[in-house]
C-alpha cells in the first residue's frame, strides 16, 4: 500500500501558483519524499524529491514539514500544461509504489 | 544519458493469446527495474520489480510473469491474456534517488 495520502483533485486558476498537499504520516527517518505528474497518455515525469530541507528546481518546490508527516508541492506559476495527475511517493526500500494522486485542473 | 525502451507502443491480442513486452535500459549500470501497469482511469499499479539479473519480486498475484535475462533488460509476459489485463504498461528503472519511466505499451485484449 501506499504511505501518502493526496486530495482527490484541486483547482488553480492560470498564473497562479499551485500547492499541492501530501500526507505521509509513517514515514521513516531515511525515506524520501518524491513527487512525480502524468500527463494524460504518458509515463509519470519526475518533478523533484527531498529528505529534510526544503527544495526548489526549474520545475517546482517542495516543502517538508520540520517532522516530516507531510509535504507541499508548489508550482509557482500553474500554466495549462501543468494540468495533470500528482504523485507523491514514499520510497520504501526497492519499492515505489503510487498512491491515487491528485488531479490537478488548471483553470483559464 | 539514460534512456528507457519499450515495445511495442500500442498492442491488440486477442484473449487467450501469449503477451511479451521488452524494456531496454541505457546508459546506465544495474539500475532496479519495474513494471507498472495502469488500466483507464485509474492508478499506477506495481507488478514486478527486479534488483538484480534473475532477481524478480512479484507484487500483484495474476497471470503475468517476469524475466530479467541481462542487468538491462526486462521482458514481461503472459500465457494467455485476460481481459482485464489490458491497459497501459510502464517500465521503469531506478537508482538510488532517481526513477525514470519509459514511453509505454498500451495493450488492449479483446
Known amino acids: 500500500d501506499a504511505k501518502t495520502t493526496q486530495p482527490t483533485s484541486m483547482d488553480c486558476a492560470e498564473g497562479r501558483a499551485a500547492n499541492l498537499p501530501c500526507n505521509h504520516s509513517?514515514?521513516?527517518?531515511?525515506?524520501?519524499v518524491y513527487w512525480y505528474r502524468q500527463i494524460h497518455s504518458q509515463g509519470p515525469q519526475y518533478i523533484i524529491h527531498g529528505l529534510k530541507n526544503n527544495e526548489t528546481n526549474e520545475m517546482a518546490s517542495l516543502i517538508i514539514t520540520e517532522d516530516r508527516k507531510s509535504s507541499t508541492l508548489i508550482l509557482p506559476h500553474a500554466t495549462l500544461r501543468d494540468t495533470a495527475v500528482y504523485y507523491c511517493i514514499v520510497r520504501v526500500g526497492d519499492k515505489i509504489i503510487f498512491g491515487k494522486g491528485t488531479r490537478l485542473h488548471i483553470l483559464p | 544519458s539514460q534512456t528507457i525502451h519499450q515495445w511495442p507502443a500500442t498492442l491488440v491480442q486477442p484473449v487467450g493469446s501469449p503477451l511479451s513486452l521488452e524494456c531496454t535500459v541505457e546508459g546506465t549500470s544495474n539500475p532496479n527495474l519495474y513494471w507498472y501497469r495502469q488500466a483507464a482511469g485509474r492508478g499506477l499499479q506495481l507488478l514486478f520489480y527486479s534488483v538484480g539479473i534473475g532477481q524478480i519480486s512479484s507484487e500483484v498475484p495474476q497471470n503475468l510473469s517476469a524475466s530479467r535475462p541481462q542487468d538491462r533488460q526486462f521482458i514481461l509476459s503472459s500465457k494467455k491474456l485476460l481481459l482485464s489485463d489490458s491497459g497501459f504498461y510502464l517500465c521503469?528503472?531506478?537508482?538510488?534517488?532517481?526513477?525514470?519511466f519509459g514511453p509505454g505499451t498500451r495493450l488492449t485484449v479483446l
Open positions: 521503469a528503472w531506478s537508482v538510488p534517488l532517481e526513477q525514470f
Open positions: 509513517t514515514i521513516s527517518g531515511n525515506e524520501y
